[in-house]
C-alpha cells in the first residue's frame, strides 16, 4: 500500500509501515526526507543521503530494507505469472495433441 514518508509516495506493506511508526516517533521524519527518489507507484528508485546533513544508519538501512523488498515482491509477483503459465502447459499440450488426431482424420477423408 502507498503511504507518504519523507514526503514520498512509498509502497510499503503493514509490518514495514509499523517499523516507519516506531522511527518516526523515535527520530522524526527528517532523517527521510530527501533520503531516496520513487516512482509514482511507491518503488524506490534510488537512495541518496544528502551530503550536507547527517542522516542516521536507521532511517538508511530502513529505506534500503524497503527497497530490497520491494524487488523481492516484484520477483515473486513474475514468479507467480510462469507458474501459472506453467500449469497450464499439460492443456496447451493435450489442445495440440487434439487438433493432430483431427487434421488426421480430415486427411484420411
Do not use: C, H, W
Request: glycine content about 6%; charged content about 30%; overall charge neutral.
Amino acid at each position: 500500500m502507498i503511504r507518504a514518508v519523507g514526503n514520498k509516495r512509498l509502497d510499503l506493506n503493514d509490518s514495514e509501515y509499523s517499523y516507519f511508526l516506531e522511527i518516526k516517533e523515535t527520530l522524526g521524519e527528517a532523517d527521510f526526507i530527501g533520503l531516496f527518489k520513487t516512482d509514482n507507484n511507491g518503488l524506490i528508485s534510488a537512495i541518496i543521503p544528502p551530503p550536507n546533513k547527517g542522516v542516521n544508519v536507521i532511517a538508511i538501512y530502513f529505506i534500503l530494507n524497503v527497497m530490497i523488498n520491494q524487488r523481492i515482491r516484484i520477483l515473486e509477483g513474475s514468479l507467480k505469472k510462469v507458474e501459472n503459465f506453467v500449469d497450464q502447459i499439460p492443456d496447451l499440450l493435450n489442445v495440440l495433441e487434439r487438433l493432430e488426431r483431427v487434421e488426421k482424420i480430415l486427411e484420411k477423408k
